[in-house]
């Protein structure tokens, strides 16, 4: 059975610019999370996609945005790119909102120059 | 709310010997209980869970953790490390239908 998987693996986007990163759950969950690991600074919980609907937001600003899709695959837009926003993102799923574990993708590095 | 407080951030050890990893939580329901580990630009990889029922739970690579819920805490162990088992190791809570919430990690480093 295929795990999470994240796409692209690294993504390199200059300042002002926008990205989207693209994540497939597990087959059968409807949960996705999405999280900012930045160096130094753990892991930032971004959004929270359950049944198509956005379940529940980080605290961060407006340009960070995503949507899930009817197949429950999932993107994530930041726009207008600040070089601290140079980060590995991880997308997980589960099964819904009370599922009781969430599997991690691989995650993609972006890099902001 | 809830909230996770990983006690130590760099945990070194010798290969063979015992380690604890601390955590402690904040909730105000019942909550679920977890460990990840991520190696070196990787994601994060499920090692145990306590969900409820038997206070210690075994998980894989000879990890287990004890939950005890007086004290709010849920600490890892392992009773002899591997240099294989250098990573940074998350808790993270649940409660209900709601997101994980992690810990900043601790970084644990086994030299020989």
């Known amino acids: 059975e295929a795990g999470v998987t994240q796409s692209p693996t690294h993504l390199i986007k200059t300042r002002g610019q926008q990205a989207t990163l693209r994540c497939s759950p597990i087959s059968g969950h409807t949960s996705v999370y999405w999280y900012q690991q930045a160096l130094g600074l753990g892991l930032q919980f971004l959004l929270w996609?359950?049944?198509?609907?956005?379940?529940n937001r980080g605290n961060f600003p407006p340009r960070f945005s995503g949507r899930q899709f009817p197949n429950y695959s999932s993107e994530l837009n930041v726009n207008a790119l600040e070089l601290e926003d140079s980060a590995l993102y991880l997308c997980?799923?589960?099964?819904?909102?009370?599922?009781?574990?969430?599997?991690f993708g691989q995650g993609t590095r972006l890099t902001v120059v | 709310a809830q909230s996770v407080t990983q006690l130590d951030s760099q945990v070194p050890v010798f290969e063979e010997a015992p380690v604890e990893l601390r955590c402690n939580y904040s909730s105000s329901v019942s909550v679920y209980l977890f460990w990840y580990v991520q190696y070196p630009n990787q994601g994060l990889q499920l090692l145990l869970k306590?969900?409820?029922?038997?206070?210690l739970v075994k998980g894989i690579n000879g990890f287990e953790a004890e939950f005890n819920k007086s004290q709010t805490s849920f600490h890892l162990r392992k009773p002899s490390v591997h240099i294989s088992d250098t990573a940074e190791y998350f808790c993270?809570?649940?409660?209900?239908?709601?997101?994980?919430?992690f810990g900043k990690g601790t970084m644990l480093l086994v030299s020989p």
């Open positions: 993270a809570v649940k409660s209900g239908y709601s997101t994980l919430t």
């Open positions: 997980a799923s589960s099964f819904g909102g009370q599922g009781t574990e969430a599997f």
């Open positions: 996609y359950d049944e198509g609907e956005e379940r």
């Open positions: 306590y969900l409820s029922g038997s206070t």
